[in-house]
């Protein structure tokens, strides 16, 4: 069995990320709370490497976005996996604005402390100020958008990237800065790197199909089965293994190319698509417990 590199091709250089880890901290000292979007699909992938040391000491609140799309006891149990360390979490929706309501409510109860400190000092109190971070494709955008209101936001997809910064008012003494920090991914865990990849987290031609849909069809059979075989009408022999598996799915979906042989590439599109809508239900692909690192049995 080859193991398959999901990345051959994309590199985040250190220099990069250096500038970009760089850039965000300039950010971060500007805010008073800093809000960590995650994917609540995976909520260990999703993190940037160095988000810790991004945060340092500032209040922070972790984001637990697409809920919508995550499973609902895995979300209870990540909830309590970061309440246990301390940390406020709060899972939301921000296609639909769900939850919005509670994070605001959040930021304002870590804050004052903040403010109750600016007031024994008799500083007369400005807004407090927070920013969202997070890897691209997480929603930040979609996020600012819903608790900004009308006011748009522009980003591109790169660490660091923000423009035209502004503060918009959220709560009645609350700003956000309307410009997401871009952190970059993880992709130095092949485990991760599929993740993210499955999720979309990542454009579809800059890593491997084939590496990333093997992993995918392993965590199906195994976590959701039976919405797998009612979706595609299989029977048990096709789950032997995920060759049998992809040729079935295939061949149920007339991905046939001439001499009977099925274009897998096709099939593995429908699949992953299939995975992305929520079709094969709500799947949540990092576990709390399982290994936070994925080390292929190699040291480190
Ligand atoms: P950004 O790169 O972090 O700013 O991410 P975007 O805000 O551009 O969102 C990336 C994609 O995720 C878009 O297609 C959004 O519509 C989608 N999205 C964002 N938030 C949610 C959510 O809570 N649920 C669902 N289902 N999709 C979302």
């Not at 800093?34 to 000491?57: F, H, Y």
């Not at 000092?121 to 900004?148: C, D, E, F, Y």
Request: aromatic share 4%.
């Amino acid at each position: 069995d080859t193991k398959k590199e999901v990345f051959p091709v994309v590199h985040w250089f250190p220099g990069h990320m250096a500038k970009a880890t760089r850039m965000i901290k300039d950010y971060v000292k500007k805010v008073d709370v800093v809000i960590e979007l995650l994917d609540a699909r995976i909520p260990r992938s999703s993190a940037n490497p160095v988000i810790t040391e991004v945060v340092g000491q500032k209040p922070h609140i972790i984001v637990l976005n697409k809920v919508d799309l995550a499973d609902a006891k895995a979300t209870k149990a990540w909830t309590e996996f970061f309440t246990a360390q301390g940390i406020t979490v709060l899972a939301i929706d921000s296609k639909t604005g769900k939850g919005k309501k509670q994070l605001v409510k959040a930021v304002e109860r870590l804050s004052k402390p903040i403010i109750d400190k600016w007031t024994a000092k008799g500083i007369r109190s400005r807004s407090v100020r927070t920013i969202i971070l997070g890897i691209p494709n997480v929603g930040k955008s979609t996020l600012i958008n819903s608790l900004a209101g009308a006011a748009a936001t522009r980003t591109a997809d790169k660490p660091g990237h923000t423009r035209g910064q502004q503060w918009v008012k959220i709560g009645k003494n609350l700003e956000l800065l309307d410009t997401p920090g871009v952190l970059w991914p993880k992709l130095e865990d092949q485990r991760a790197a599929a993740r993210l990849a499955m999720t979309g987290a990542i454009s579809d031609d800059v890593y491997d199909l084939e590496a990333v849909m093997k992993q995918l069809l392993m965590q199906l059979t195994e976590q959701a089965r039976d919405v797998l075989m009612a979706r595609y009408k299989l029977k048990e022999e096709h789950l032997v293994s995920t060759d049998t598996l992809l040729d079935a799915i295939g061949r149920k979906r007339g991905c046939l190319v001439s001499g009977g042989v099925v274009d897998l590439d096709k099939a593995r599109r429908i699949i992953l698509n299939d995975y992305r809508s929520a079709k094969l239900g709500l799947l949540t692909l990092d576990a709390v417990d399982e290994e936070p690192y994925y080390t292929d049995g190699e040291d480190k």
